[in-house]
């Protein structure tokens, strides 16, 4: 009887929480992180040459799908986030060498290392 009350409910939750994770990215790909990318250092952090660096990169190859200021583009998830916030620059570095290729994000393989560093710095600049 209860139950029966209860499960409009519980199905308007599931779809609520289905539409925000297909808007906003699930952050399942952070469970992929191996341990000793995650606690990798940033060489260029906090350098504000490597912001400027990193927004021009950030420019050319990631705003046709999160925005030019990085906001997020037709369901491509929004960079200011919290998520983003408390990632380690390791697990940023890590998802940009790696993409999340299932969900549509691309691997960023051949940029060098150092640019994809420089990418870290700027998105850690926006928090
Ligand atoms: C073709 C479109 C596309 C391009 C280009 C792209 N991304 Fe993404 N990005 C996505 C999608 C889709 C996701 C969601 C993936 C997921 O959650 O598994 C994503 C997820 C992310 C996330 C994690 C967001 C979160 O909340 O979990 C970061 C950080 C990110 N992208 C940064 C970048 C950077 C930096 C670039 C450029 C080097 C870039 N992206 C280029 C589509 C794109």
């Known amino acids: 009887m209860k139950l029966k009350k209860l499960l ?9 929480a289905t539409l925000l994770f297909a ?29 400027a660096a990193g927004t021009k990169l950030f420019h050319q190859n990631c705003a046709s ?9 037709n369901n491509r998830p929004n960079l200011h986030s919290e998520r ?9 570095e890590w ?4 993409g999340s290729m299932k969900n549509g994000m691309p691997s960023w393989s051949r ?5 994809r560093w420089q990418i870290v710095t700027y998105l850690k ?3």
């Open 8 to 16: 409009p409910s519980i199905a308007g939750l599931l779809v609520s």
């Open 23 to 51: 808007a906003a990215g699930d952050g399942l790909w952070m469970t992929r992180v191996p341990e000793k990318d995650r606690n990798r250092q940033n060489p260029f952090a906090n350098d504000s040459l490597a912001v």
């Open 65 to 73: 799908c999160h925005g030019n200021d990085a906001l997020g583009l």
């Open 84 to 92: 983003i916030h408390a990632a380690t620059p390791g697990e940023l």
């Open 95 to 98: 998802l940009l060498k790696n």
């Open 111 to 115: 940029l060098p290392e150092q640019q």
């Open 125 to 127: 600049s926006l928090q």
